[in-house]
């Protein structure tokens, strides 16, 4: 089966520092997004590309958070500086736009 | 943002049993999808709906489409031990790529 692949899957960094994510979506998927979750607020977007250009980056922190899709097998998120409230699981999805998104496995962030 | 609401929040059951599960929204949406999350994992899709009045099933799940197109609903049927994880909704706009996910509900099926 074709599966999104993220890394690292765990990722404990000290506060301030830089953190990538990052993300090979599925072959011929022309939708890749980046989610977040946590327990108070549950799945939320932060950005997407389509033919890897970004359309929506309305829900990333602009000042420390970056997504790029360097290549289509690559998306990449990065923090920086981070900080503790970024402590979260940060899922990529990739897909044909209306179709349904394929999730990665996450990857696990715990800044201290 | 958009908010979903599932309920209900967190489900005990027998196995054995069925399952009813609903997500509502306050705006309306072209599609619907149902996804499952088990614990370390990513949701993975279940059931998409993308007509009004549509009833999908997928094995012992079946999905509804609600007429007003705020709102889904999903069974299971027999419920078994490896159903145990979080249910998630999802509504797309059409022209839109982004899904709104609901809140989630856990489901735990005691063997």
């Known amino acids: 089966d074709a599966r999104v692949t993220q890394t690292p899957r765990h990722k404990v960094t000290e506060m301030g520092q830089e953190v990538t994510m990052r993300c090979q979506p599925i072959?011929?998927?022309?939708?890749v997004f980046w989610y977040r979750q946590t327990m108070m607020q549950g799945l939320e977007l932060l950005a997407y590309?389509?033919?890897?250009?970004?359309?929506?980056d309305s829900g990333m922190p602009k000042d420390r958070f970056s997504a790029e899709m360097p290549d289509a097998t690559l998306a990449t998120l990065k923090i920086q500086p981070s900080e503790p409230r970024d402590s979260a699981v940060y899922f990529c999805?990739?897909?044909?736009?209306?179709?349904?998104?394929?999730f990665g496995s996450g990857t696990r962030l715990t800044v201290v | 943002g958009q908010q979903l609401n599932q309920s209900p929040q967190s489900m005990f059951i027998q196995e054995g049993e069925d399952v009813s599960m609903n997500c509502t929204s306050s705006s309306i949406f072209n599609t619907w999808l149902w996804y499952k999350q088990d614990p370390g994992e990513g949701p993975v899709l279940l059931i998409a709906l993308y007509k009004a009045g549509e009833l999908t099933s997928n094995g012992r799940l079946t999905a509804q489409f609600g007429i007003t197109r705020k709102d889904s609903f999903l069974n299971i049927s027999a419920s078994i031990p490896s159903d145990v994880g979080i249910y998630f909704c999802?509504?797309?706009?059409?022209?839109?790529?982004?899904?709104?996910f609901g809140t989630g509900t856990r489901l735990t099926v005691i063997p």
């Open positions: 999805a990739s897909g044909l736009a209306s179709y349904g998104y394929t």
């Open positions: 999802a509504g797309q706009r059409t022209g839109a790529n982004n899904l709104f």
């Open positions: 590309f389509r033919n890897r250009a970004p359309l929506d």
């Open positions: 072959l011929g998927h022309n939708t």
